[in-house]
Structure formats: C-alpha cells, structure tokens
C-alpha cells in the first residue's frame, strides 16, 4: 500500500524501494495517486481503493488502473478488472457480506478480484476470525470466484488462518506498530531538524506563544527549526519529547507554525546551532518512536507519518538511520 504518499514518505521513491520485492502491484486511495505512479514509470497493477462510479471508467482505460466496484449499475457497464468490495464489519464501503441477492448480481468476465478490509485486526483478534468467515461465505455467493482472494492488513497478515491469495501491508512497512502484541517492525523513517536558535531563560520567564510555559530554573532552550506545518501536531506540546545530544530533551511552550522549541537544561554546552535533533524514528533505541510521538498526540502514526508536510525535504538511503 502506497496510498496518502506512501503513508507521507513519498509514493515514488517508496514504490521504486519496494519493486525490489517484486510484489503483485500497489494500492493507492485516488486516480490522481495512481497517475503519479504511472507518470514515474511504474508498470504494475495499480488498484485504487476508494469505489468508482461507471462514469470514471475512462480515467481508469487511460492509465491502466483496477478499479475497485460496490455497485451493480458501475460493474454492468465495467469492461476492464476491477475488484469487488466486501463490507464484513467496517461499515465503509463494499456489498454487505450478508447481501445475498447483491452478491449474486456481481457477476462479471473482468471481475478479477474480491477483498474485505480489516476493522480491529490491530487491537481485537477474534474479530479477524469473525470478518473472515463472513468473508469466506459472501465469497462463495458469488457467481464465480475470482483469481485474487485478498484481506490481510499489516497485522491481518499475522492472525489470518486461512492464507489467501494477497496481502496489503500499509503501516509496517514504514516502521509504525501494527499491533501491540506482534513484534514491532525495524525503524524506517524519521524526522530530523536543526537548532536555529538558543538562548538562555531566567527563573519564571515564559516561552512561546500564550506565554504557556514559564522556566521552573534558570535553564537554555533550544529552538528547532520544525512546527506544525511540517506535521508536528500542535497537540504534543508539553508532552512529546525529542533526542538531541542523545539525550531526551522535552518540548515546552506552544507549537508554532515554523518552529519548536525545547529545554536544553541549565548548562549552554546542552546545544548548539546547527546541530541536528531527532523528533522522532530513526535507528537509535533512546529516540521516540513513530508510535510513541503518536500518542503525545492522542493519534498514532498513520496520521504522524500521512501529515508530514511538502516542505519537509525526504532523504532516501538504504538504512533506518
């Protein structure tokens, strides 16, 4: 799964990365993130997830994308593969798994492929079980089965019994936790940026916007130069903490656009301009970790990963480091 920019590392370079694993294809959400991969000269079967109208069937001839199909009246009219939608419990998108007379009208010579999509599989095992006997059962109510037989989630991949035919690994492959009691993947990015500023705080002088926090002692804060429109969520704000120096230093005062900033300690040798801190990621173990910034701000790190901003500029390599 590619989709929302490859989960904000960028859908290209992360496509080109994972053509070396030779997969069957890639998932995007949109036309548009579609189009981008073929314009970058990506050749693979391209499935775009969100369901498409008939109407759309000529942006889909013309880039050579799968569509994904809920609806009777845009399959009857669909001349190329697509993918049929199975809702098993998400209440999303799909044909209800218990829609007899719905499955039985989706027949169709371009269906390709039949999916359902995992609601809990991250945090509830037994209902992986549950979806996939739904799903196995609407499966065997349509016309005919289809070549590709696919569910698993990052961590459906891990509870399902019964394989099938695909896997649609999203979040692990970018280094977020996909469930609590699986073993975590290797770190696979993270968010860096310099010291721009650095001055010293006397005893009860506030920081920042609000004038929120005052300093508890005589101490140095450290202004980095990342903010909110970078992705930092405003929300993690005397939570979060970063690594500089390798040694956690804690954000204080308000979030702002451009810039936060941290408490170095009483000492000035705590920082100093230009040196780099890591907000988050990354192969050293005292560094917060994708999930753990995600909930300083009461997410997780889908959203911390999808809101990275454009003008933070993505370095490649072949390490987590």
């Known amino acids: 799964m590619v989709k929302a920019n490859a989960y904000g590392l960028g859908a290209v370079p992360c496509a080109g990365a994972l053509e070396e694993l030779d997969p069957w294809g890639f998932g995007v959400a949109t036309v548009a993130e579609g189009v981008e991969l073929r314009d970058a000269g990506i050749s693979r079967p391209i499935l775009v997830f969100t369901p498409a ?5 000529a942006d889909y001839r013309r880039h050579d994308l799968r569509a994904v199909l809920d609806r009777a009246e845009a399959i009857a009219v669909w001349d190329r593969p697509f993918h049929l939608e199975i809702d098993t419990g998400m209440g999303r998108c799909g044909v209800r798994w218990d829609d007899a007379s719905q499955l039985a009208g989706c027949g169709s010579p371009h269906l390709e492929g039949v999916f359902t999509h995992f609601y809990a599989a991250d945090s509830d095992a037994s209902s992986v079980e549950t979806q996939q006997r739904r799903f196995l059962a609407a499966r065997e109510r349509l016309p005919s089965v289809p070549s590709l037989v696919h569910a698993a989630n990052s961590a459906g991949a891990w509870r399902l019994r019964e394989p099938l035919d695909l896997v649609r690994p999203g979040i692990f492959l970018y280094g977020g936790c996909h469930a609590p009691d699986l073993d975590p993947p290797r770190p696979v990015a993270a968010l860096r940026a310099p010291v721009v500023g650095l001055r010293r705080i006397p005893t009860g ?12 002692r005589d101490t140095w804060v450290a202004t980095l130069g990342v903010g909110y429109a970078d992705g930092v969520p405003r929300s993690v704000q005397s939570k979060a903490e970063v690594l500089l120096g390798g040694v956690r230093r804690p954000v204080v005062g308000r979030v702002t656009m ?6 170095t300690g009483p000492h000035e040798s705590g920082a100093t301009i230009g040196e780099v801190a890591t907000i988050f990621g990354g192969a050293d173990p005292v560094a917060p970790s994708v999930d753990e910034f995600g909930g300083w701000a009461g997410s997780n790190a889908y959203e911390i990963l999808a809101r990275l901003g454009a003008r933070v500029v993505k370095r490649y390599d072949g390490g987590a480091g």
């Open 205 to 216: 002088e506030s920081v920042g916007y609000g004038g929120d926090w005052r300093a508890p």
């Open 258 to 263: 451009d810039f936060i900033m941290i408490d």
């Open 53 to 57: 109208a008939a109407a759309q069937q």
